[in-house]
Protein backbone atom coordinates (compact mmCIF):
# COMPACT_ATOMS: atom_id res chain seq x y z
CA UNK A 1 0.00 0.00 0.00
CA UNK A 2 1.33 3.34 -0.69
CA UNK A 3 1.16 6.22 1.39
CA UNK A 4 -0.03 8.65 -1.76
CA UNK A 5 -1.67 6.89 -4.06
CA UNK A 6 -2.20 10.11 -7.09
CA UNK A 7 -3.47 10.31 -10.05
CA UNK A 8 -2.30 12.93 -12.64
CA UNK A 9 -5.14 14.95 -12.43
CA UNK A 10 -4.17 15.16 -8.09
CA UNK A 11 -0.40 15.71 -9.23
CA UNK A 12 -1.20 18.66 -11.44
CA UNK A 13 -3.43 20.16 -8.69
CA UNK A 14 -0.49 19.71 -6.24
CA UNK A 15 1.78 21.56 -9.07
CA UNK A 16 -0.75 24.11 -9.40
CA UNK A 17 -1.47 24.81 -5.77
CA UNK A 18 1.94 25.14 -4.78
CA UNK A 19 3.44 27.27 -7.57
CA UNK A 20 0.22 29.74 -6.67
CA UNK A 21 1.72 29.50 -3.10
CA UNK A 22 4.45 30.19 -4.10
CA UNK A 23 4.27 33.13 -6.55
CA UNK A 24 1.41 34.82 -4.35
CA UNK A 25 3.97 34.37 -1.44
CA UNK A 26 7.10 36.10 -3.49
CA UNK A 27 4.37 39.26 -4.64
CA UNK A 28 3.94 39.81 -0.77
CA UNK A 29 7.36 39.95 -0.19
CA UNK A 30 8.01 43.30 -0.20
CA UNK A 31 5.33 43.80 2.61
CA UNK A 32 7.29 41.19 4.74
CA UNK A 33 9.86 43.29 5.24
CA UNK A 34 8.02 45.52 7.51
CA UNK A 35 7.83 42.81 10.23
CA UNK A 36 10.17 42.98 13.22
CA UNK A 37 11.06 39.28 13.24
CA UNK A 38 11.18 37.13 10.84
CA UNK A 39 8.94 34.21 12.19
CA UNK A 40 6.45 36.92 11.94
CA UNK A 41 5.96 36.75 7.55
CA UNK A 42 3.97 33.95 8.58
CA UNK A 43 1.47 36.23 9.56
CA UNK A 44 1.49 37.56 6.39
CA UNK A 45 1.25 34.24 4.08
CA UNK A 46 -1.08 32.55 6.53
CA UNK A 47 -3.95 32.95 4.06
CA UNK A 48 -2.26 31.74 1.28
CA UNK A 49 -1.03 28.57 2.92
CA UNK A 50 -4.26 27.76 4.55
CA UNK A 51 -6.51 28.30 1.22
CA UNK A 52 -4.02 26.18 -0.48
CA UNK A 53 -3.72 22.73 1.97
CA UNK A 54 -7.90 23.42 1.68
CA UNK A 55 -7.62 22.79 -1.82
CA UNK A 56 -5.79 19.89 -1.44
CA UNK A 57 -7.08 18.82 1.50
CA UNK A 58 -11.22 18.92 0.13
CA UNK A 59 -9.67 17.40 -3.15
CA UNK A 60 -7.50 14.99 -2.32
CA UNK A 61 -8.42 13.86 1.20
CA UNK A 62 -5.38 11.52 2.08
CA UNK A 63 -3.02 11.01 5.21
CA UNK A 64 0.37 12.81 3.42
CA UNK A 65 -1.07 15.60 1.62
CA UNK A 66 0.24 18.29 4.13
CA UNK A 67 3.39 16.68 4.55
CA UNK A 68 3.81 16.89 0.63
CA UNK A 69 2.85 20.20 0.68
CA UNK A 70 5.17 21.11 2.99
CA UNK A 71 8.16 19.64 1.46
CA UNK A 72 7.28 21.40 -1.98
CA UNK A 73 7.00 24.72 -0.54
CA UNK A 74 10.63 23.32 1.69
CA UNK A 75 12.28 23.00 -1.59
CA UNK A 76 10.85 26.28 -3.10
CA UNK A 77 11.46 28.49 0.14
CA UNK A 78 15.02 26.84 0.84
CA UNK A 79 16.57 28.74 -2.14
CA UNK A 80 16.32 32.03 0.38
CA UNK A 81 17.18 30.01 3.37
CA UNK A 82 17.75 26.27 3.67
CA UNK A 83 16.20 26.15 6.99
CA UNK A 84 12.85 27.06 5.64
CA UNK A 85 13.21 23.16 4.03
CA UNK A 86 13.18 22.16 7.61
CA UNK A 87 10.25 24.68 8.80
CA UNK A 88 7.83 23.87 5.82
CA UNK A 89 9.00 20.09 5.60
CA UNK A 90 8.40 19.67 9.41
CA UNK A 91 4.77 21.64 10.10
CA UNK A 92 3.23 19.69 6.88
CA UNK A 93 4.38 16.40 8.84
CA UNK A 94 2.98 17.80 12.04
CA UNK A 95 0.07 19.09 10.31
CA UNK A 96 -0.68 15.15 9.15
CA UNK A 97 -0.36 14.17 12.69
CA UNK A 98 -2.65 16.66 14.28
CA UNK A 99 -5.13 16.08 11.86
CA UNK A 100 -5.06 12.00 12.15
CA UNK A 101 -4.71 12.05 15.62
CA UNK A 102 -7.66 15.11 16.51
CA UNK A 103 -10.10 14.11 13.31
CA UNK A 104 -9.34 10.53 12.02
CA UNK A 105 -7.82 12.43 9.05
CA UNK A 106 -9.21 14.60 6.36
CA UNK A 107 -12.21 13.51 6.17
CA UNK A 108 -14.62 16.45 8.05
CA UNK A 109 -15.17 19.84 6.94
CA UNK A 110 -14.05 20.14 10.55
CA UNK A 111 -10.80 18.57 10.46
CA UNK A 112 -9.63 20.23 6.84
CA UNK A 113 -10.09 23.88 8.20
CA UNK A 114 -8.76 23.23 11.45
CA UNK A 115 -6.06 21.51 10.22
CA UNK A 116 -5.73 24.13 7.36
CA UNK A 117 -5.37 26.59 9.88
CA UNK A 118 -2.69 24.70 11.99
CA UNK A 119 -0.31 24.11 8.94
CA UNK A 120 0.84 27.82 8.78
CA UNK A 121 0.37 28.38 12.94
CA UNK A 122 2.83 25.93 13.76
CA UNK A 123 5.27 27.03 11.25
CA UNK A 124 5.56 30.50 12.97
CA UNK A 125 6.91 29.11 16.18
CA UNK A 126 8.97 26.70 14.26
CA UNK A 127 10.56 29.93 13.07
CA UNK A 128 11.14 31.04 16.17
CA UNK A 129 13.21 28.17 17.33
CA UNK A 130 15.11 27.91 13.95
CA UNK A 131 15.64 31.71 13.69
CA UNK A 132 16.90 31.24 17.59
CA UNK A 133 19.10 28.79 17.04
CA UNK A 134 20.60 29.52 13.50
CA UNK A 135 20.68 33.64 13.10
CA UNK A 136 19.92 34.20 16.98
CA UNK A 137 20.01 37.97 18.05
CA UNK A 138 16.68 38.89 18.59
CA UNK A 139 14.46 35.83 17.53
CA UNK A 140 16.79 34.60 20.36
CA UNK A 141 15.12 36.89 22.91
CA UNK A 142 11.78 36.71 21.49
CA UNK A 143 11.99 33.11 22.78
CA UNK A 144 12.32 34.08 26.33
CA UNK A 145 8.69 36.42 26.58
CA UNK A 146 6.37 33.77 25.42
CA UNK A 147 3.80 36.60 24.53
CA UNK A 148 5.97 37.15 21.45
CA UNK A 149 5.19 33.99 19.94
CA UNK A 150 2.17 32.74 21.43
CA UNK A 151 0.02 36.12 20.37
CA UNK A 152 1.33 36.06 16.68
CA UNK A 153 0.92 32.67 16.32
CA UNK A 154 -2.89 32.48 17.77
CA UNK A 155 -3.18 35.21 15.17
CA UNK A 156 -2.11 33.25 12.40
CA UNK A 157 -3.87 30.52 13.40
CA UNK A 158 -7.26 32.62 13.39
CA UNK A 159 -5.97 34.33 9.82
CA UNK A 160 -5.53 30.67 8.72
CA UNK A 161 -9.13 29.62 9.57
CA UNK A 162 -11.07 32.65 8.10
CA UNK A 163 -9.42 31.87 4.90
CA UNK A 164 -9.50 28.42 5.35
CA UNK A 165 -13.27 28.77 5.55
CA UNK A 166 -13.89 31.08 3.16
CA UNK A 167 -12.01 28.44 0.47
CA UNK A 168 -13.77 25.92 1.58
CA UNK A 169 -17.17 27.77 1.04
CA UNK A 170 -16.32 28.83 -2.55
CA UNK A 171 -15.25 25.09 -2.99
CA UNK A 172 -19.22 23.99 -2.00
CA UNK A 173 -20.66 27.02 -3.67
CA UNK A 174 -18.80 25.57 -7.02
CA UNK A 175 -19.43 22.38 -6.08
CA UNK A 176 -15.78 21.71 -6.59
Given at each position: ???????????????????????????????????????Y??????????????????????????????????????????????????????????????F???????????????????????????????????????????????????????????S?????????????
Amino acid sequence: MKLLDLQLKDLVLIALTVSTIFVLGYILIPLMQFMPLPAYKAIIVSPIYAGGLTLLAKKIPKFGISSLLGLLIGILLSGFFIGMFFIAFFGGILTDIFSKVFFRGYKSKKGVILSAAFFPAIQLPLTFYMAAYTIGGISGEALRHPLLVIIPTALTFSLGYLSSMGTYGLLDRRNL
